[in-house]
């Protein structure tokens, strides 16, 4: 079990584990889909209202529940793990997705590829993740709700 809340990995906390984080962010998930066939019918297959207040809370429960790892930081707030990192963009409604890990630890040459996976997990899922390149050719994703 999980000692408090259920929280999302968004990348910017430390290491989560643990035996019942798993079971808790599959929980997690099913509830958000409840949501959706509550709000949206059977055929929900866009974002309900709370996934577009809180994109980054959304955007991170969908990737870690499809069983792509976060990023994480040390308590000096230094990169100790490889994964996504989710933030805000710009534009209310719109989560910033990027593939950090650590100095040297080689996240710059699968960023491409392992964006591509995340935004296929949630394309199907009803969001609409376009691809950016930032300074220094820092590839990250724009993901809005579709519609």
């Known amino acids: ?13 430390a290491p989560r584990s643990g035996t019942g984080r798993e079971a808790a962010v599959r929980t997690a998930f099913e509830g958000l889909l409840n949501i959706r066939r509550v709000l949206d019918g059977p ?4 974002p309900a209202q709370w996934e577009r207040l809180q994109p980054v809370r959304a955007v991170s429960l969908a990737l870690e529940a499809a069983g792509i790892a976060p990023s994480a930081v040390d308590a000096a707030g230094r990169r100790c793990a490889t994964g996504y990192r989710v933030g805000a963009a710009d534009r209310p409604s719109v989560a910033r997705v990027e593939w950090l890990g650590p100095p040297g630890g080689g996240a710059a040459y699968t ?15 009803g969001w609409v993740a376009l691809e950016y390149r930032g300074p220094r050719r820092h590839h990250y994703l724009e993901v809005e709700p579709a519609g």
Do not use: H, I, K, W
Not at 43 to 46: K, N
Not at 114 to 123: F, W
């Open 1 to 13: 079990m999980t000692d408090g809340p259920f929280e999302v990995a968004t990348g910017d906390e």
């Open 43 to 46: 055929d929900a297959s866009t």
């Open 111 to 125: 960023a491409n590829e392992s964006l591509q996976r995340c935004a296929e997990v949630l394309r199907r899922l």
